[in-house]
């Protein structure tokens, strides 16, 4: 079964600081990685993804998560936060080699950035 | 939000009603989702095709009901079976598995808020 977990429902941090939101997974076999992020009654925007390859990917607006196949996390960072990244994400898998063919999503973090 | 759009944005529904929401993509992708975001709970899966013509149930698919008939156009219809039917519908759309398109990105619309009076 495909599962994603996303311990924490809130996240507070400084603008500036660095931010992490975490995210680990269970899937068979070897895993597509996503986030999302969610803006107030907007859709779901694209962040970045991991297909193979470099463990740590780079995203839009300065986002990178690093693959971490030992531990099955796929944890989101920015080293500088700013008041604008405020929003809701989502990480979401789905297997590689076979299994369904839809995404699976976290619950969603909220991430607060504090001015 | 991309090349995928819904309407209506906001929707109210009373007791009793079917309404349909409206998705529509000039992505030429051959794959369509439907999914349903409560708060707290993520996004859940209601429907999805791979193909015009075609489409398979998914999580929480008891209350709803959709048509495939054009590859630019997947419509959700809430009917009056599903009991809490307030919920915000989003829509996404991708390249299909069979065009090999198992790691692309979903891409989604900008979502129906769907309140029931």
């Known amino acids: 079964a495909q599962s994603v977990a996303q311990p924490e429902d809130q996240v507070n941090v400084a603008e500036g600081n660095p931010l992490t939101v975490k995210c680990t997974y269970s899937v068979s076999g070897n895993p597509y990685l996503f986030w999302y992020v969610q803006y107030p009654n907007r859709g779901l925007q694209f962040l970045l993804k991991?297909?193979?390859?470099?463990?740590l990917v780079k995203g839009s607006y300065g986002f990178e998560a690093e693959f971490n196949k030992s531990q099955t996390s796929f944890h989101l960072k920015k080293p500088s936060a700013l008041v604008s990244d405020s929003a809701l994400y989502f990480c979401a898998v789905k297997g590689a080699e076979g299994g369904a063919n839809n995404l699976f999503f976290g619950t969603g973090t909220r991430l607060t950035v504090i001015p | 939000d991309g090349g995928i759009t819904q309407s209506p944005k906001y929707l109210f529904r009373k007791e009793g009603q079917n309404v349909t929401l409206s998705c529509e993509q000039n992505?030429?992708?051959?794959?369509m989702y439907w999914y349903r975001q409560d708060p707290g709970q993520g996004l859940r899966l209601i429907y999805y095709s791979q193909i015009v013509n075609d489409f398979q149930k998914g999580d929480i698919a008891e209350g709803y009901s959709v048509s495939r008939e054009k590859k630019e156009s997947f419509p959700l219809t809430v009917t009056s079976a599903q009991k809490n039917p307030t919920a915000f519908y989003l829509c996404?759309?991708?390249?299909?598995?069979?065009?090999?398109?198992?790691?692309?990105?979903?891409?989604f619309g900008p979502g129906t808020r769907l309140t029931v009076l």
């Open positions: 996404a759309s991708k390249q299909a598995e069979w065009r090999g398109g198992r790691s692309d990105t979903q891409y």
């Open positions: 992505l030429n992708h051959d794959a």
């Open positions: 991991y297909i193979t390859g470099d463990n």
